[in-house]
């Protein structure tokens, strides 16, 4: 079992930044990948960046790329996601996820992942 525990969320102003933070506890040695999603009220879940504890390569959705970066800290078995240029469409709660499978490809739908954190609000006013 992994618990995640996600914190940082907040309000800010268009343009402003957030650093949301994930912190893993319980058998976080069998997760190759930690990813972020986000869900905006009334849509679906969506993937927005994923990245591997094993060597810290990454990956980003289109609509955040390079603007979020994804990264982690092994020794706090911590996953961040610096979100810089916010604006009013990034509002959402962001969810961490962890996936303990091997994937040829990155996983970027939520039914690949096994668990889940419960969410933290970013709110982004115009």
């Known amino acids: 079992q992994v618990q995640l525990v996600e914190s940082g969320g907040g309000l800010v102003q268009a343009g402003g930044s957030l650093r949301l933070s994930c912190a893993a506890s319980?058998?976080?040695?069998?997760?190759?990948?930690m990813g972020w999603f986000r869900q905006a009220p009334g849509k679906e879940r969506e993937f927005v960046a994923a990245?591997?504890?094993?060597?810290?390569?990454?990956y980003y959705a289109d609509s955040v790329k390079g603007r979020f970066t994804i990264s982690r800290d092994n020794a706090k078995n911590t996953v961040y996601l610096q979100m810089n240029s916010l604006k009013p469409e990034d509002t959402a709660v962001y969810f961490c996820?962890?996936?303990?499978?091997?994937?040829?490809?990155?996983?970027?739908?939520?039914?690949?992942?096994?668990?889940w954190g419960q969410g933290t609000q970013v709110t982004v006013s115009s």
């Open positions: 990245i591997r504890w094993s060597g810290g390569s990454t």
């Open positions: 996820a962890a996936e303990n499978q091997w994937r040829t490809s990155w996983p970027r739908d939520t039914d690949e992942y096994d668990y």
């Open positions: 319980g058998r976080i040695f069998s997760s190759y990948y």
